[in-house]
């Protein structure tokens, strides 16, 4: 059985930090790529970032603008997603994602096979 736990959520400030993680287990870890999405209320699903299984391409979402940081831990299955100088623009689910399409391909959520249930991020003002 695969799952993908989220944890690290929760209510900041702007201006503060967060650090999501996800743990994943069933699944061949070291031959997935990994990527973080997020969906505010009344919003469509967005990319965040991904990272590809070897862990030396990563790819972020133009709109973040260097604030976050994607990373992984394959001989501990858990991928990362550093957040900094969060804005309330970034309250939303975040969901983490497991999949192993081509690189090209690394944004596109239907191309990710797992999913975890997400972790809420709450930015006040």
């Known amino acids: 059985q695969v799952q993908l736990i989220e944890s690290g959520g929760g209510l900041v400030q702007a201006g503060g930090s967060l650090r999501l993680s996800c743990t994943t287990s069933?699944?061949?870890?070291?031959?997935?790529?990994l990527a973080w999405f997020r969906q505010a209320p009344g919003k469509e699903r967005e990319f965040v970032a991904a990272?590809?299984?070897?862990?030396?391409?990563?790819i972020y979402a133009d709109s973040l603008k260097g604030r976050f940081t994607i990373s992984r831990d394959n001989a501990k299955t858990t991928v990362f997603l550093q957040m900094n100088s969060l804005e309330p623009e970034d309250t939303a689910v975040y969901y983490c994602?497991?999949?192993?399409?081509?690189?090209?391909?690394?944004?596109?959520?239907?191309?990710?096979?797992?999913w975890g249930q997400g972790t809420q991020v709450t930015v006040s003002s």
């Open positions: 994602a497991a999949g192993i399409q081509v690189a090209s391909a690394v944004r596109d959520s239907s191309m990710y096979r797992y």
């Open positions: 990272i590809r299984k070897s862990g030396g391409y990563l």
């Open positions: 069933g699944v061949t870890f070291s031959s997935h790529n």
